[in-house]
């Protein structure tokens, strides 16, 4: 497996309050992808890294921020969560930009906005 | 923009009957395709990818879809499947940087 280590694996917060899950790799990989996974909406893009302080936004960027100090850490923070950020967030991993080369998923956040 | 469409969301099934998984997609260039799995609790993991070559793919665990460009469907299928196959299967397509996946069909294989 690649390594991708996602913390915590489980979060339950209240609304307003900010909250930031990591992303560890050891692949020395250029790219990192957040993700949100919700029925009936599979994988939406959240924010994307390629390379230290290199970030851009996804589909669904709206309330979230990342950073990415350096290369093995990817941080996706919740400036202050809301209900409908309710939801298993994935980090990846990838080498190419997510042309010709597969990405490498971590276990997932399950993260309850109350 | 690219995008992909998983016409299904869940597809029943019983074990060692054959199943296809239907994905159309839309993009205005060349594309890259691809089958990922999640497993119950896990993340994904590729299945199977097309980049350019032989329009029909195979992966792993028996799994292979074929390329249609007159139809942009990039379908997966398998012979006979395992209860193990439980899981669900997401499509997804080369965006510029990143891919973009489908919504995601749920195969139920039962005895």
Redesign the interface.
Same mark, same amino acid.
């Given at each position: 497996d690649a390594g991708?280590t996602q913390s915590p694996r489980h979060k339950v917060t209240e609304t307003g309050t900010p909250v930031t899950l990591r992303c560890h790799q050891t692949e020395n990989h250029r790219?990192m $992808?957040w993700?949100r996974q919700d029925p009936?909406? +599979?994988?939406?893009?959240i924010h $994307?890294s390629?390379g230290v302080k290199d970030t851009?936004k +996804?589909e669904v960027s709206d309330g979230y921020s990342v950073s990415r100090s350096k290369t093995e850490d990817f941080l996706l923070t919740l400036e202050s969560a809301t209900s409908s950020q309710t939801s298993v967030y994935?980090c990846?991993i990838g080498t190419g +930009?997510?042309?010709?080369e597969?990405?490498f998923?971590?276990?997932?956040t399950q993260l309850s906005v109350l | 923009a690219q995008s992909v469409t #998983?016409l299904d969301?869940q597809v029943p099934v019983f074990e060692e009957a054959p199943v296809e998984l239907r994905c159309n997609y839309s993009s205005s260039v060349s594309v890259?395709l691809?089958w990922y799995v999640q497993y119950p609790? #896990?993340?994904? #993991? %590729?299945l199977l990818?097309y %980049?350019s070559g032989s329009t029909l793919v195979k992966g792993i665990n028996g799994f292979e879809a074929e390329f249609n460009k007159s139809q942009t469907s990039f379908h997966l299928r398998k012979p006979s499947v395992h209860i193990s196959d439980t899981a669900e299967y997401?499509c997804a397509v080369?965006?510029? #940087?990143?891919?973009?996946?489908?919504?995601?069909t749920r195969l139920l294989v039962s005895p």
């Open positions: 991708i790219y $992808y993700y009936g909406h +599979g994988l939406r893009l $994307y390629y851009d +996804g994935f990846a +930009g997510g042309g010709d597969k990405l998923f971590g276990s997932g | #998983q969301s890259y691809f609790n #896990q993340g994904l #993991q %590729l990818k %980049l997401f080369t965006g510029f #940087q990143k891919l973009v996946f489908g919504t995601g």
